[in-house]
């Protein structure tokens, strides 16, 4: 609705110089956090903060972790002891296995991060290329395309994880990679469908008739004008979906489907193997793989919905801005005896200022839907 | 002289914005008389949408208002939005732009105008409520024996036609009608103005009429306000306003509209200022062929001129004029850069 | 990139031949039918978008398409830079046929050919710089070597827009400009592979009126400077005057008058055409809106009117303009606008399943279940109400039939287009061997 008269992008703004792609790029990143306030500006800062800390634990894992993550023995060869208490040697103790808790739980960031970059890199490239081309081209491929979609999105997530990670250990082995291609094959379907919803809108706008108008080949018209349009609102389910894969990873690794204990640490296996230590008060094993887990997780939620208050114009609110209205200045004011014969003659207008706090008030957008008669 | 039907003061809606308040509307005064179309004209960004709807109440949150809209020997500015809400509809109409967008698509137009009539007329007998609406829309045009159909069956004329039958079903005093015609073509445009113009002979409404089209406004208004960034800077009789106008705005924007007997392109140079930071003064001096050099450093007094009232130093009183200030203004050459 | 087919537009040639020939184009729109007409096989209604086109444009003139929203204009746009593929007919530019070119040989001619579009707002891609987006038809016909190369060229061009210093638009997003500097970039990226013809489609409508006119002269300068032809699509009549050579009034997919300018303007030929001519708004508030224009707005696409689409809002509409039974239910629906409800009431159920016909027919049977005599005299009441009804001139006689009343009608005849003067008009009216009494 057009009522709110914006005032036009006016001149005299300096125009952008030097290398103005990289500056608009950090300008795009750091949108989110300047424009957000109140609670999404809360999640997205707390989010982003306990991200940035997963992140670094992951890259810096070996130079924080005391020892290796299929460790069992010291330096002098000294093993270590089954089911330590947490304590000066080992702070997280160690496990039933004789792993130390603390070390597992740091190279686990590393695995879940790695794990996760390699599943939401394969299915962005996936979903937004098949979105792209079924939204794009429509007819047959688009029918195909989303049978083949919603197929999948049907099957439980997890499920659909393992026969994923069964068929392709016979093949890849054990590894971080199938562990992400079995996630890729849960989230594909969500972008899929986001980017493909986003095309076929997209693709009725001018500027893809100016580009065909221009003699652009489909294949330019889908890269270089509709790509950078319809991937808007991936960030926000990239950032929900990564949440989401931590969870499927630690569910595969829970199940034992997931990656082998002797190729990394993951926090799931970890999970799964302190089960049993719960029962004798070993509480150590499962709390700190799990606490990991939930950090993590709520990192990511945290910063996609986030960024979803602030970016998806649907939900966001606008934040209301204080005015502070002076008084007219007397030029401004229309004096009484400048009101001609139309106005009440020996009427004297005091000047309005005290209704001011009481007047922000709120249209009721109701009645203006309702038939119209408002 | 009757007694206006509605008499703004000074009013003033602001919003709020990251770089600071957006002056929509910076102290607007104006009446209207029963009966009487008062064309408001300006580009886009000036402000006239927000100053009908601020007019009505129908603001966005956060918005602010101050100053005075007289209605019934009531402040409709300081009364409760609850109170503005009873008024609206059988006192205050709003016809808008977009007709389509305003009719609900699963509610057939009886529906509609029942739901409109009982919500402020609970004593009417269904009989008496299909008489009603159906007497509206014969004066607009529509055949009885669409009454039942739903939204989607009409063209745009059409819907605009049910949506002005809408709002006159209550028989409102004062009506706003928010580019009525902008979304139409020419003959169902004139058709449009052609029935307006039979409301207020029929219905003895005041009509507030925003448009952008100074022709709309010559055929269809008795008196016509130009606003330019928030303030209305010339109003008066369509004939006077038309044929002498005093401010210069007024006098650039109807020799820059292209009609039927245009010969020759005029526009006026430059854009509509930022409504954050208005230039100081006489806020049209940048971009004023006629400007002096009192222009940027004093806001303008309104004066009377004949029948109009302009807020221009070019009529001002000359004692308020500082020495020298009739000079003309020299000022750096408005690039297309700048334009709009 | 495939073969170029060749351009054959050399100057000699030119000067005889039109730069583009339309020969009876026709752009129809299968319309898809409910979901269960189409279960059942039924066959969805056509939408005639373009019905028959006869146009020529000469090299370096600026044609106008006139009409309202629906009359086709667009599309009949659209169809000349093969963006809308036609149903049939030809579109003749050198010796090419666009109508009948696959896609990828018309990418090619499209350098030749280029689009403004209405919405400056929407025609810019909004997450390309203006650099970017001006220069890439000139990397897309590969008209030039490198970035830098592009990006010189880009900066001539807006210059040659007006967008100056050029350097300061350069790497501007399109949501940084306002509607008129965006309007010129879009008219810059149209130029910059140096087109001949420039489809305009209503390119001021969504401007300011204080920007308006300076967009127009930016483009009446370039069409003197780079020699363009212009195809320039409106419904607004005073832009038209000022910048059109000729302009053709568009109803309902077909050409109604098509004519010089100053000829149209000053003496125009189909009512329809002088119609819309009254209904400009003027600036002079002593004119006030006429009274009489016609009746209702432009009728569905799916089914247009027989005959002469205009004649059911036409007032000098007569006997061959193609009545049928749908304009008499129109008559009685303007009857009960005027007569108000208890006439409604009293007279709907004679009338019966007149109400419901929705095709083309020159003959309708109303059983009047045995009231036959009351609906003969009801035709004769309406027809004494309003005498001066074009439509009872189409009424050939009213019978009675075994308990039904029939109405029959005269033939219509389509209009074709008839010189006049110097303009193409398709009225009867200005047909002699037609309009005899006229």
């Not at chain 3, 509409?317 to 006439?343: N, T, V, Y």
Request: proline share 7%; charged share 25%.
């Amino acid at each position: 609705m057009a009522t709110v008269t914006q005032p036009m992008p006016g001149p005299g703004r300096t125009p952008v110089k030097g290398s103005t792609r990289v500056v608009r790029l950090l300008r795009g990143i750091a949108r989110p956090y300047r424009n957000s306030h109140g609670v999404g500006r809360f999640m997205l800062v707390t989010g982003t903060v306990l991200v940035v800390l997963m992140l670094l634990t992951a890259v810096f894992a070996p130079l924080i972790a005391t020892f290796g993550f299929s460790q069992v023995a010291g330096a002098d060869g000294q093993r270590f002891m089954n089911h330590a208490e947490p304590g000066a040697e080992h702070i997280f103790g160690t496990t039933t296995q004789g792993f130390d808790v603390f070390s597992r739980v740091v190279w686990g960031a590393r695995t879940a991060v790695t794990v996760v970059l390699l599943a939401l890199a394969f299915s962005l490239f996936l979903g937004v290329l098949l979105g792209l081309i079924a939204g794009f081209v429509g007819r047959w491929v688009d029918r195909v395309l989303v049978m083949v979609m919603d197929a999948l999105f049907a099957l439980p997530a997890l499920l659909l994880a393992i026969v994923v990670a069964f068929l392709l250990s016979e093949y890849v082995g054990g590894g971080a990679s199938t562990a992400a291609l079995a996630i890729t094959a849960v989230y594909v379907p969500q972008y899929f469908r986001v980017v493909r919803a986003a095309t076929v809108s997209a693709k009725e706008q001018t500027y893809v008739e100016a580009a065909r108008a221009m003699g652009a080949r489909p294949a330019t018209i889908m890269f270089r004008y509709l790509l950078t349009n319809v991937i808007q609102s991936v960030p926000v389910i990239a950032t929900l979906n990564a949440a989401d894969a931590i969870l499927t990873l630690a569910g595969l690794g829970f199940l034992g489907y997931g990656i082998q204990p002797t190729e990394a640490a993951e926090w799931g296996y970890d999970l799964q193997r302190a089960v049993s230590d719960t029962g004798a008060g070993i509480w150590w094993t499962g709390l700190y793989p799990g606490l990991a887990i939930v950090l993590l997780v709520m990192g990511l939620t945290l910063m996609g919905e986030g960024l979803n208050e602030t970016m998806n114009p649907a939900i966001r609110v606008r934040r209301l801005i204080p005015i502070s209205m002076p008084e007219l200045t007397a030029a401004q004011r229309t004096k009484a005896a400048q009101v001609p014969e139309r106005d009440r003659p020996g009427q004297d207008r005091p000047v309005d200022t005290g209704g001011e706090d009481r007047n922000s008030r709120e249209p009721g957008s109701g009645e203006t839907g309702k038939g119209g008669a408002a | 002289m009757t007694e206006p039907v509605i008499s703004v003061r000074d009013l003033r809606v602001w919003y709020g914005s990251e770089r600071g308040p957006v002056r929509a509307v910076d102290g607007v005064t104006f009446d209207l008389r029963p009966g009487e179309t008062l064309g408001l004209v300006g580009e886009s960004g000036c402000g006239k949408s927000t100053l009908g709807r601020g007019v009505l109440g129908l603001l966005p949150r956060g918005a602010k208002l101050a100053g005075e809209v007289n209605y019934e020997g009531r402040n409709l500015v300081t009364a409760s939005p609850k109170a503005i809400q009873r008024l609206r509809g059988p006192d205050l109409g709003l016809i808008f732009q977009e007709p389509l967008t305003r009719l609900n698509p699963l509610l057939r137009i009886s529906d509609q105008f029942e739901e409109t009539l009982r919500t402020h007329e609970p004593g009417l007998s269904k009989q008496d409520i299909r008489h009603r609406s159906i007497e509206v829309l014969r004066a607009m045009g529509i055949p009885p024996t669409r009454y039942r159909a739903y939204p989607h069956e009409f063209s745009g004329g059409m819907r605009q036609r049910i949506m002005i039958a809408l709002a006159l079903v209550l028989r409102p005093s004062f009506v706003v009608a928010d580019e009525p015609t902008t979304a139409l073509d020419v003959l169902v445009e004139a058709q449009i103005i052609g029935i307006l113009g039979d409301l207020r002979r029929n219905f003895d409404t005041s009509l507030l009429f925003i448009t952008h089209n100074l022709g709309i406004v010559a055929e269809a208004c008795d008196r016509v306000a130009v606003m330019y960034a928030g303030r209305i800077v010339e109003q008066g009789p369509v004939t006077e306003v038309f044929a002498r106008p005093q401010h210069p705005y007024t006098r650039e924007l109807l020799r820059s509209t292209i009609s039927l007997s245009t010969t020759g392109l005029h526009y006026i140079p430059g854009a509509p200022p930022d409504l954050i930071e208005p230039p100081s003064g006489c806020r049209f001096h940048p971009r004023c062929p006629s400007a002096m050099r009192v222009c940027p450093e004093q806001f303008p007094e309104q004066v009377e001129v004949g029948p109009q009232r302009v807020e221009c130093w070019l009529h001002g009183p000359d004692e308020l004029v500082p020495e020298g200030g009739r000079e003309p203004l020299v000022r750096e050459e408005i690039t297309v850069a700048d334009e709009a | 990139m495939p073969t170029k087919p060749e351009l054959m537009t050399t100057p000699e040639q030119s000067a005889e031949r039109p730069l583009m020939e339309i020969r009876d184009l026709k752009v129809h729109y299968e319309l898809r039918g409910s979901a269960l007409a189409r279960l059942v096989g039924g066959e969805g209604e056509t939408v005639k978008a373009v019905d028959g086109v006869n146009v020529a444009l000469r090299k370096g003139e600026v044609l106008g398409l006139v009409g309202e929203s629906g009359s086709g204009k667009t599309t009949l746009g659209r169809a000349l830079l093969g963006l809308v593929r036609p149903t049939s007919g030809h579109i003749t530019y050198g010796d090419l046929d666009l109508a009948r070119m696959p896609q990828r040989q018309l990418r090619s001619v499209r350098r030749r050919l280029q689009m403004v579009f209405q919405d400056p707002h929407a025609a810019l891609n909004p997450s390309m710089d203006l650099a970017t987006a001006i220069g890439h038809p000139l990397r897309i016909h590969k008209l030039v070597k490198s970035k830098a190369e592009a990006r010189e060229r880009v900066r001539e061009t807006l210059e040659r827009v007006g967008l100056t210093p050029a350097d300061q638009f350069l790497d501007k997003l399109p949501a940084e400009l306002s509607g008129g500097q965006k309007q010129r970039a879009v008219i810059a990226r149209a130029i910059i592979c140096g087109p001949e013809l420039l489809v305009a489609d209503e390119p001021i409508s969504m401007l300011d009126m204080s920007v308006r006119a300076k967009i127009l002269e930016l483009m009446l300068e370039l069409g003197r400077d780079l020699d363009l032809t212009y195809v320039y699509i409106t419904h607004d009549l005073a832009t038209a005057k000022f910048f059109c050579d000729r302009v053709a009034i568009m109803y309902l997919g077909r050409v109604v008058e098509i004519g010089p300018t100053e000829e149209i303007f000053a003496d125009p030929k189909h009512p329809y055409t002088k119609a819309l001519l009254r209904a400009v708004p003027d600036l002079d508030p002593e004119r006030k809106v006429p009274r009489d224009l016609p009746r209702g707005e432009i009728p569905d696409a799916a089914a247009p009117p027989h005959g002469c689409s205009f004649h059911p809002r036409c007032p000098f509409a007569f006997e061959p303009c193609g009545w049928e039974a749908r304009d008499l239910r129109a008559m009685f629906e303007r009857r009960w606008i005027r007569l108000g409800e208890d006439a409604l009431a009293r007279e709907e159920p004679l009338v019966g399943e007149l109400t419901e016909v929705d095709a083309h027919e020159e003959m309708v049977r109303v059983r009047a279940g045995g009231r036959a005599a009351e609906l003969t005299a009801l035709l004769e009441e309406a027809r004494a109400d309003e005498p001066d009804d074009p439509l009872w001139k189409g009424v050939e006689r009213i019978e009675s039939d075994g308990g039904a009343v029939v109405v029959r009608f005269r033939p219509g005849i389509d209009p074709g287009l008839l010189r006049v003067n110097a303009v193409d008009v398709a009225c009867h009216l200005h047909d002699p061997n037609l309009s005899h009494d006229h």
